[in-house]
């Protein structure tokens, strides 16, 4: 529902758009949902994402089981999968490449400006430093 939303949906399938152009160069790919104006509006033949606000997963191309919530949460990323961006702007300017899947970013502009592919390597820290200060407190 809404203006171009689906527009060009060939053989895809179980697919949900609600908004302007959403899903809108969307072709084979399934059981995609999208809410909110140009929500996963790029997506092709990527499949299993939901995009939940104003551009949200907006650049996904073939990327697939994304979940992005949020305004420009996932923005940039093109062809990333299994991520999970909650929030305004979360994962905005993730990059693409197989090394940035299945990141988990909840918050207001969660790694947003993360630009090159070395989040990986800040979430291992990030974990080690919860490791060795939070666990010894439980």
């Not at 152009?21 to 909110?36: Q, V």
């Not at 093109?78 to 970013?105: F, R």
Request: no cysteine.
């Amino acid at each position: 529902f809404g203006a171009v939303a689906g527009r060009y949906i060939t053989t895809g399938s179980n697919n949900s758009g609600f908004g302007h152009e959403t899903l809108r160069s969307l072709t084979t790919g399934s059981s995609n949902t999208a809410l909110g104006k140009e929500a996963l509006r790029t997506v092709t033949t990527g499949g299993s994402n939901v995009a939940v606000g104003v551009e949200a997963g907006k650049s996904l191309t073939i990327g697939s089981n994304n979940i992005a919530i949020g305004y420009q949460s996932l923005y940039t990323a093109t062809d990333g999968g299994e991520n999970i961006a909650i929030g305004s702007n979360a994962l905005k300017l993730l990059p693409a490449g197989d090394e940035n899947d299945g990141i988990v970013a909840i918050g207001y502009e969660a790694l947003s400006s993360q630009a090159t592919n070395d989040i990986r390597y800040f979430l291992i820290v990030l974990d080690m430093l919860l490791e060795s200060f939070v666990h010894p407190l439980l």
